[in-house]
Structure formats: C-alpha cells, structure tokens
C-alpha cells in the first residue's frame, strides 16, 4: 500500500512538470510558453511575459526562466504625430477618427492648441 501512495506522489509531481505547471527552485522560476521552432522568438515570448527572463527552444518547446515573483507587464511605449489642423470642419470627433484611422483602435486623437495653431494630435502604441 505505502508503495502505492509514493508512486501516486511521484506520478502527480511528474505530470504537473511534463504539463507546463509552474515550478519554484529557490529564487528561479520556470514554466513552458508552449510550441516553438526557435529559441530567438522563444526569448522574446519569454521577456514579454517575465522581466529579466530568458526562453530556450527545446525539442520545439519553449521553456522560460525567470526571477520569482508578480509578472510585471513592460510599460507600452507611446508616441505622438500630428494628422493636420483642427477647425470648424475637423472637430475632437473628427480628429480622433482620423487618429483611429491611421493607427487602430488604440491611437487617441485630440485638437490641441500649440503656439498659435489648433492641430489635430494623435497618441498612439508604438512599441
């Protein structure tokens, strides 16, 4: 019977490591991101999702070591452009749509008032 329970132990604890579970050795922590065919792109899925950490492509997996501790989420980098004037024919509205336009649903636009001109500004993700 006990030699049933420790193969039990031993079978759990091997199916959560070959499943992808997350594992804890001291300060380090590793887990598999999935399906792979290349260690760069296995890296940069790694330090997307884990500050400081680092993807290998194994045997067309891609294990990820990283620091212990929350995921923190890179800051998303913003730029600004300018898409034209902003008058009684382009409003807020109509500089914002033309922000959509050039840069997706995530681009903001705006008139503003810079120096002496009403210009339509557009804030967008771009990296």
Request: hydrophobic share 15%; net charge negative; aromatic share 8%.
């Given at each position: 019977m006990n030699q049933v329970s420790n193969f039990s132990v031993i079978f759990i604890i091997l199916a959560l490591i070959i499943t992808g579970q997350i594992k804890v050795?001291?300060?380090?922590?590793?887990?598999?991101?999935?399906?792979?065919?290349?260690?760069?792109?296995?890296?940069?899925?790694?330090?997307?999702?884990h500050s400081g950490g680092v993807g290998v492509c194994?045997?067309?997996v891609c294990y990820c070591d990283y620091p212990c501790g929350p995921i923190i989420p890179h800051p998303r980098k913003t730029c600004k452009d300018t898409l034209g004037t902003c008058d009684f024919k382009c409003d807020n509205v109509c500089c914002n749509s033309r922000c959509e336009g050039k840069y997706g649903s995530?681009?903001?636009?705006?008139?503003?008032?810079?120096?002496?001109?009403?210009?339509?500004?557009?804030?967008?993700?771009?990296?």
């Open positions: 050795e001291g300060r380090t922590c590793s887990r598999t991101l999935g399906e792979c065919t290349s260690s760069f792109y296995c890296d940069k899925r790694c330090t997307a999702q194994y045997s067309n995530e681009g903001i636009g705006e008139c503003q008032t810079v120096g002496s001109s009403n210009l339509c500004t557009c804030e967008y993700v771009c990296g």
